[in-house]
């Protein structure tokens, strides 16, 4: 018999903390078209009603699609129409299910992160693309752990368009930018969402310093030295920022090679990202929660190497320190028991994926996409 875990509703006592004993009635069921009959509760404090589907992953679906095999075809270059397409379903599903898988992998990584190797030092870039047309260019950037190449997260920036144009270029660039606002020091902000993950989750000591490397583009070293983490240092902590000039070769030697690998991976792994596409990104929220995804396949599904025997199964997480079996244990979760914002403490790296928040120079503020009422349970 289907127990239920805590009461569904952020402001009841029983959230968060529910009490040893039943602190809900059985309250009959009801019928469902996709999920058949449905049991319901309700909790004894708030009176409010919910159901076992409440805490499934397929909470208010209306069709079920393979989680599994959408976040592989997803993370193996192909586009949302191609999925549309393999599903027989709109894009509008595939992309619910995105978001839903995206939101089920942010409560994974949340948990797992902790647990990496904290030795390894971090490598940092940005990934840049375009989104709606190549007169907004974004700056994804992505934190990697150097040895085990593990992503720790991913944040976003939508910068005005730069270099060489031809006339009319500029007046179509000054036409579109009419009234729009765009975010000052937005790459700055960017790289500073990653280091106060880092602050927050790694312990840093004179011992185990952190080390964070990145090119030598100029906004970095100010984020870096405006940051806490650098402000903050003492006696027992340390915390370096080593800088490479991006000029030098992309070898294995080089040591911004694991955000150089990661850069050419999600290149050839993610639709939007490919050079000279029609599969460009319409929209940058989507295009965060593709790539979320991708992160976690990445990350806990992903072959370590290439070159690994076929028959290795070791995978990023693991080299980085994660056991196998609780990998394996909370993808089962990931992908069967729903995840409640509220009931995790995220650092805005993750929170704004999640919620779909990014900067959009229309608005002139960040902006969430219109999600429906319960991902922001
Ligand atoms: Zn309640």
């Not at 159901?51 to 397929?58: A, E, H, K, L, N």
Request: positive net charge; glycine residues 4%.
């Amino acid at each position: 018999m289907f127990r239920p875990p805590f009461c569904p509703y952020r402001a009841c006592v029983n959230h968060l903390d529910p009490p040893g004993g039943k602190w809900w009635y059985a309250n009959g069921t009801h019928d469902s078209h996709a999920f058949g009959k449905v049991p319901r509760f309700k909790c004894k404090h708030c009176r409010r009603t919910f159901s076992v589907q409440t805490f499934r992953v397929t909470y208010y679906s209306k069709r079920v699609l393979p989680m599994k095999k959408l976040e592989r075809l997803s993370s193996s270059s192909m586009s949302t129409r191609a999925l549309s397409r393999e599903f027989r379903c709109s894009c509008n599903t595939i992309t619910n299910w995105i978001d839903r898988i995206a939101r089920q992998g942010i409560m994974l990584h949340a948990a797992l992160r902790k647990l990496i190797d904290p030795h390894d030092s971090v490598c940092f870039d940005g990934l840049v693309s375009f989104e709606s047309s190549q007169y907004f260019p974004n700056d994804i950037g992505i934190s990697i752990t150097c040895k085990a190449r593990m992503i720790l997260g991913l944040s976003h920036a939508i910068t005005r368009r730069a270099g060489v144009m031809r006339e009319g270029q500029k007046e179509r660039r000054d036409e579109l930018y009419e009234g729009m606002k765009f975010e000052e020091k937005a790459v700055e902000r960017s790289f500073g969402e990653h280091l106060d993950m880092l602050r927050k989750e790694r312990s840093i000591t004179l011992e185990d310093p952190l080390v964070v490397i990145t090119d030598e583009k100029v906004e970095y070293k100010r984020a870096f030295r405006k940051h806490e983490l650098y402000k903050e240092q003492d006696e027992a902590t340390r915390c370096v920022h080593l800088t490479v000039s991006s000029k030098f070769p992309r070898t294995y030697s080089n040591p911004l090679f694991p955000s150089n690998y990661i850069d050419r991976e999600a290149r050839k792994d993610q639709a939007n990202f490919r050079r000279e596409t029609t599969c460009y990104s319409r929209n940058g929220a989507n295009c965060m929660s593709r790539l979320s995804v991708y992160a976690i396949w990445h990350n806990y599904a992903k072959k370590y190497l290439v070159k690994k025997p076929i028959i290795s199964v070791e995978t990023h997480a693991e080299v980085a320190g994660v056991e196998r079996r609780l990998i394996r244990s909370m993808r089962r979760r990931m992908f069967s028991n729903r995840a409640f914002l509220s009931r995790l403490n995220l650092p805005p790296l993750d929170s704004k994926i999640w919620t779909k928040t990014v900067y959009s120079p229309w608005a002139g503020k960040e902006i969430s996409a219109s999600l429906p009422h319960f991902a922001f349970g």
